[in-house]
Each structure stands twice: as structure tokens, then as C-alpha cells.
């Protein structure tokens, strides 16, 4: 009864989130990277051509992050950010990179808030943008949460990372002789949840939202996935 009852469909996706920390009385150095994949083909059966699983992505999403500080006080340190976010089959279409200094508040091992008032942004549209590639100086704000919870006798483990960027003003581009805006506020909200049934492996959610004018794609972008993860 199915508008299709031929078809068959193949889907794979991937989620990854990794960070490696060096922490000592008076340094930190805290580096993070975050990758999401997902591919998705359905074959009708009815002689129509369909691309490669491969070739069918739905979800490609890359975040890399380097923070590194000096204490000048056990919560509270001076810091330096970069920070890089694209995809990997659209490399730098759109892309953001981002440098900065300011300070971070470190209240516990598991949470990391970033307040970085003077920071440089470099935006890349991509093809078919509005405008070319530009760049601002604004505010550079993100959060770290990352957490291991027993329950049961079972790992319950969070990764959680908002990141943001305020401009201080938006810079403007030539397109066509007239000078065009481009509004560089931009928000990212990833999130991965697990839960261990046995020996490190499970079952998790990973979820996010995006918001990025710049971007081709000016809407609100979401994900979400359910699937098997295991935690080393």
C-alpha cells in the first residue's frame, strides 16, 4: 500500500566528539573537536538513476577548537582561542574561523565558560552566496560541559559546546557595484548523550541547532540522531 512499495532505502551517520586536556597549577590547554556525518539514499526500483550512498549526504558538520590560558586565579584565567567551523565535503562553503583573547571561567573540571571581547572572525559564504568572503571583530563567546555520570552501575555520559559570535559591526561587501551587508552573528549548539548498556557500548542522541545569517542556508538548522555509540 506503500506510494512506493519497490523502494529501498540506505542510511549510515556518524557522530564524533573528542577532547584531549593538559591542565597545571598555573596552565590550561583544552582542544576539542566535534564532527557529525550522515548519508541517506532511497532507490524507487523504477529505472531512475541514484547517487552513490555517499554521494547522498544530509549531515556534514566539523568544529575544532583550541583554548590555552594562564591562572590568575584557580577559577578564572587568561586566555587565547581559535576556533574552526565548516563541513568536510563543502570545505569552506560556508566556514568560520575565529582568534581571540579574553578570559575563561573554569568553576569545576567539567565546565569551561569563554568570554572573549576582542576577537577576529573570518567568514567564508561559499558558491552562490550574496557576498564574498569578509571578515569582523567582535565578541567571541562559548561554553564546554562534558560529564560522566554512574547510574545503575552504568556510564551516563554528556558532551555539550555553545559557541557564538556577537560582531561589533557588520562589514559590507561589493556585489555588483552596491555595497552589501553581511550580518556575521552567528550561534552553534551541539550536544551528545550516551548511555552504556555493556562494556562501553550504547545507545545515544545527538542533537543541535545553528543559526548563522552569513550563511546560504539563513535559516535555523537543526539535527537530531539516535543510534549505537561506543566510549572509550
Same mark, same amino acid.
Given at each position: 500500500?506503500?506510494?512506493?512499495?519497490?523502494?529501498?532505502?540506505?542510511?549510515?551517520?556518524?557522530?564524533?566528539?573528542?577532547?584531549?586536556?593538559?591542565?597545571?597549577?598555573?596552565?590550561?590547554?583544552?582542544?576539542?573537536?566535534?564532527?557529525?556525518?550522515?548519508?541517506?539514499?532511497?532507490?524507487?526500483?523504477?529505472?531512475?538513476?541514484? /547517487? =552513490?550512498?555517499?554521494? $547522498?549526504? &544530509? @549531515?556534514?558538520?566539523?568544529?575544532?577548537? +583550541?583554548?590555552?590560558?594562564?591562572?590568575?586565579?584557580?577559577?578564572?584565567?587568561?586566555?587565547?582561542?581559535?576556533?574552526?567551523?565548516?563541513?568536510?565535503?563543502?570545505?569552506?562553503?560556508?566556514?568560520?574561523?575565529?582568534?581571540?583573547?579574553?578570559?575563561?571561567?573554569?568553576?569545576?573540571?567539567?565546565?569551561?565558560?569563554?568570554?572573549?571581547?576582542?576577537?577576529?572572525?573570518?567568514?567564508?559564504?561559499?558558491?552562490?552566496?550574496?557576498?564574498?568572503?569578509?571578515?569582523?571583530?567582535?565578541?567571541?563567546?562559548?561554553?564546554?560541559?562534558?560529564?560522566?555520570?554512574?547510574?545503575?552501575? /552504568? =556510564?551516563?555520559?554528556? $558532551?555539550? &559546546? @555553545?559557541?557564538?559570535?556577537?560582531?561589533? +559591526?557588520?562589514?559590507?561587501?561589493?556585489?555588483?557595484?552596491?555595497?552589501?551587508?553581511?550580518?556575521?552573528?552567528?550561534?552553534?549548539?551541539?550536544?551528545?548523550?550516551?548511555?552504556?548498556?555493556?562494556?562501553?557500548?550504547?545507545?545515544?542522541?545527538?542533537?543541535?541547532?545553528?543559526?548563522?545569517?552569513?550563511?546560504?542556508?539563513?535559516?535555523?538548522?537543526?539535527?537530531?540522531?539516535?543510534?549505537?555509540?561506543?566510549?572509550?
Amino acid at each position: 500500500a506503500a506510494p512506493n512499495p519497490t523502494s529501498s532505502s540506505t542510511a549510515l551517520g556518524v557522530g564524533l566528539a573528542a577532547f584531549a586536556n593538559k591542565m597545571s597549577d598555573k596552565t590550561m590547554f583544552r582542544n576539542k573537536g566535534l564532527l557529525n556525518l550522515a548519508w541517506q539514499k532511497v532507490d524507487l526500483n523504477n529505472g531512475t538513476e541514484v /547517487k =552513490d550512498l555517499f554521494d $547522498s549526504g &544530509t @549531515l556534514d558538520l566539523l568544529n575544532l577548537s +583550541s583554548l590555552y590560558g594562564y591562572r590568575i586565579h584557580p577559577q578564572f584565567a587568561i586566555t587565547a582561542l581559535g576556533e574552526f567551523n565548516s563541513s568536510i565535503s563543502n570545505f569552506l562553503e560556508p566556514a568560520t574561523a575565529d582568534i581571540g583573547v579574553g578570559g575563561t571561567w573554569t568553576p569545576n573540571t567539567n565546565l569551561t565558560v569563554v568570554v572573549h571581547p576582542l576577537n577576529y572572525r573570518f567568514a567564508w559564504a561559499g558558491l552562490g552566496a550574496p557576498v564574498d568572503a569578509t571578515s569582523a571583530v567582535g565578541a567571541k563567546l562559548r561554553a564546554d560541559y562534558n560529564n560522566k555520570y554512574n547510574i545503575a552501575g /552504568k =556510564d551516563f555520559g554528556i $558532551s555539550s &559546546t @555553545l559557541t557564538s559570535f556577537l560582531p561589533y +559591526s557588520n562589514p559590507t561587501s561589493l556585489v555588483n557595484g552596491v555595497d552589501v551587508e553581511s550580518d556575521l552573528f552567528e550561534y552553534t549548539w551541539l550536544n551528545t548523550i550516551s548511555f552504556e548498556v555493556w562494556n562501553g557500548i550504547g545507545v545515544g542522541v545527538g542533537f543541535g541547532l545553528r543559526g548563522a545569517d552569513f550563511e546560504i542556508q539563513d535559516e535555523v538548522q537543526s539535527y537530531y540522531n539516535l543510534g549505537l555509540t561506543y566510549t572509550l
